[in-house]
């Protein structure tokens, strides 16, 4: 059922010319390597998610974020100043409703795309205002396993003024600045799309992760 209701939204959002939606998804990430969904998280998931993330952040559980991978792994705060904690859908069934629509991404990118998505990794992140994330690309010199990155924002409202939008650069160096409102989705090429979390002026809400060729482990590892 949920998913059926998903399946009018992505029509609706994306104006589709197909007659599977999801085949606007597939497209319009092949065509330009990022969509924008509205309406991904519908609004009760949204909610629990968001409850759940205050809970977390309330016990201290978030950690300050950092960059590389491994032996390159740094907190570098002029870079990125969110902090992060890393989601596993046994131990978080807070999260529940991300997680199967994350799924449903999954198997429809695969079937549509022709990719081997075989895992995925998110984590809540949080940027209490005055922070961001300097432009960077999703994948680690160390790591290449991260196929599609995927951030669903679960803030309660968002103003203009709030700031905060995700940034995608195009290879022309031309961009698209994203408002993080609430239910909405950004899926994007981890290692073709340059981005970049412009300075939020209020606390901002979201999942991310990564739709993996391989199992997940080095998020989890370093987390
Ligand atoms: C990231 C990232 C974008 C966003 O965590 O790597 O780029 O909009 N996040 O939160
Ligand atoms: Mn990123």
New binding site residues.
């Given amino acids: 059922m949920l998913l059926l209701y998903k399946f009018a939204a992505y029509s609706h959002t994306l104006k589709s010319k197909f007659s599977d939606p999801w085949e606007s998804v597939a497209d319009h990430l092949s065509a330009h390597d990022w969509v924008i969904l509205d309406d991904f998280l519908p609004e009760a998931e949204t909610i629990a998610a968001r409850n759940y993330l205050k809970k977390k952040l309330a016990k201290d559980a978030f950690k300050v974020a950092g960059i590389g991978a491994l032996h390159d792994f740094r907190v570098e705060k002029s870079v990125r100043s969110d902090e992060i904690y890393w989601l596993d859908p046994r131990r978080d069934p807070e999260v529940e409703g991300f997680f199967s629509l994350a799924e449903a991404v999954k198997a429809h990118l695969n079937r549509l795309c022709f990719l081997s998505i075989s895992g995925s990794e998110f984590h809540f992140a949080h940027y209490p205002p005055g922070s961001f994330?300097k432009k960077?690309?999703?994948q680690f010199d160390a790591r290449s396993n991260r196929l599609i990155?995927m951030?669903c924002y679960i803030n309660e409202f968002w103003e203009p003024e709030h700031g905060g939008e995700l940034r995608l650069y195009r290879g022309d160096g031309t961009f698209k600045d994203v408002a993080p409102l609430p239910g909405r989705a950004v899926l994007f090429k981890?290692d073709r799309v340059p981005?970049?979390?412009l300075e939020s002026k209020a606390s901002r809400y979201s999942i991310?992760g990564w739709l993996l060729h391989q199992p997940a482990g080095l998020g989890y590892l370093l987390g």
């Fill in positions: 994330y960077h690309i999703d990155s951030v981890s981005h970049e979390v991310t």
